[in-house]
């Protein structure tokens, strides 16, 4: 439970020429590590892609053995991708860089980059990243599951303060001290939350994300939000864990649904009261009792660690959603075990570095293959040919090109005419031929990221008059 920040987007270029030579830049990589095998899909395949959110908890220095037990937290997971929050960098040193090579010597290969406060370690390539979003609230990896699926990995770690969550509980929520009565006056918990920079903060992720989504990238968002979901202070809920009888409509979580998002664990695991999922504050036998509890006279346990997708394609299932850390809570100042609330959960085999519990979300990801095609199966010298393209890259220097039948491309043969799809996974560009084009027959070919990988089997047409 710590800190915040936000914002910025990417754009895309549209470039043209009468010939692509072979000079192309690759993908920007981020390790020295053999980055794992792309494959073109040849038919709708679903991918298994698990997601794993843990804070922490100041890089695991508040428990002794913390480091390794962040380590073991991610091999123990299976995760695929890990979301950080409380990344600290403590000593000058690069945290995740540090995560990655001690995963490498349990022959484990995982990608990542430098951020202060939060951070994302990925099995799969990381095609590019942006640290720093909005003051360091967020940072962002495209991350490549095939040469035609990418997705748009966020990590979070929102204000922790006017943490509001606590004034039905009888807790100030910034000097976390015990106050005369429980603020049950739902407008007045509402009104305390904006203080925080939380909602700016979620709609910086939003305007960020909506450029991801606009091209065709699936959205994933990992955090520690220090706030509860309008999913859970709910009429079911309003008389447990000391909500007193409030419904609480969080406008953190009612925002990102409002624009799509789905909460990966409520899609899950639907009912509060039987899968109250509680990620704050985990009963950390590893940590001193006083370093867990924040309001000694009420039940903290909320749900504040999630992991939030949106796709504007529909590619994406929930197979399961389950809590990752100890089984034990802080309630009254004390580690509390209740069986009554139990919850699809997984019980850490090693040293729990952290005072949150964690998120394991595993996705189905239907990837189709891309494809190519011309408007017309004949033009005549001089026409516009217009090029349509679909289920793509959205890699802003993935390329269409046409080629005379017989030219290989990727040698000397350079294309007769070719445009950058500028981000777009699917759409159409317009090309034309020069003037002293031969007529015959042609062929168009769709290309990857700035090379010569073909993602779509070519079309022909015929050309001239």
């Known amino acids: 439970m710590k800190n915040n920040y936000l914002v ?35 038919t709708s395949t679903p991918i298994k892609l698990k997601v794993l959110q843990l804070n922490v908890w100041q890089e695991g220095t508040k428990v002794a053995g913390g480091f390794n037990g ?44 430098k951020d202060d406060n939060v951070g994302i370690v990925s099995r799969y390539p990381i095609a590019s990243f942006k640290a720093g979003i909005y003051g360091n609230s967020f940072d962002k990896a495209i991350v490549k599951l095939n040469v035609n699926t990418e997705v748009a990995v966020y990590s979070a770690h929102l204000d922790y303060l006017n943490y509001a969550c606590y004034l039905p509980r009888g807790y100030d929520g910034n000097s976390f001290q015990k106050i005369s009565q429980p603020v049950t006056d739902v407008n007045a918990v509402l009104a305390s939350n904006l203080q925080s920079s939380r909602d700016e903060e979620i709609n910086a992720f939003i305007n960020d994300a909506k450029l991801e989504r606009e091209s065709g990238r699936i959205v994933i968002l990992g955090g520690d939000f220090n706030e509860p979901s309008h999913l859970d202070w709910v009429d ?34 639907p ?101 190519v095609g011309v408007n017309k199966t004949a033009y005549l010298t001089g026409e516009t040919i217009t090029v349509n393209f679909a289920n793509g890259s959205a890699d802003p220097q993935a390329w269409v090109g046409i080629y005379q039948n017989g030219k290989v491309p990727g040698t000397s043969n350079y294309a007769t005419a070719w445009k950058y799809t500028n981000g777009i996974a699917t759409g159409s560009a317009t090309l034309t031929l020069p003037a002293n084009s031969p007529s015959g027959t042609y062929f168009v070919a769709y290309f990857k990221d700035n090379g010569y990988v073909e993602i779509a089997p070519r079309v022909s047409f015929t050309y001239g008059n």
């Open 8 to 42: 910025i987007c990417l754009t895309g270029l549209l470039f043209m020429s009468c010939k692509k030579d072979q000079s192309l830049t690759a993908a920007n990589n981020t390790s020295s590590l053999k980055p794992k095998t792309l494959e073109t899909t040849s």
């Open 70 to 113: 962040i380590v073991d937290a991610i091999v123990q997971s299976g995760a695929d991708i890990i979301t950080l929050s409380e990344v600290r960098n403590y000593s000058n040193t690069n945290f995740s860089a540090r995560i990655v090579a001690a995963l490498q010597q349990k022959n484990l290969t995982f990608y990542s980059f």
């Open 236 to 269: 079911a809920q309003k008389n447990l864990f000391d909500h007193h009888g409030t419904i609480v409509p969080w406008q953190g979580s009612v925002a990102l649904y409002a624009k799509g998002y789905k909460d990966s664990y409520r899609v899950k695991n």
């Open 271 to 371: 009912n509060p009261v039987l899968a109250p999922g509680f990620t704050w504050a985990a009963f950390n036998t590893s940590a001193s009792l006083s370093s867990l509890v924040w309001a000694p006279d009420a039940d903290e346990r909320d749900r504040i660690d999630y992991i939030y997708y949106a796709d504007n394609n529909d590619r994406v299932s929930v197979d399961e959603s389950i809590v990752f850390g100890p089984s034990g809570s802080i309630v009254r100042g004390q580690g509390y075990e209740d069986a009554t609330y139990t919850n699809p959960f997984v019980i850490p085999t090693g040293t729990w570095p952290s005072d949150h519990k964690g998120v394991i979300t595993t996705f189905s990801i239907t990837t189709v293959q891309p494809t």
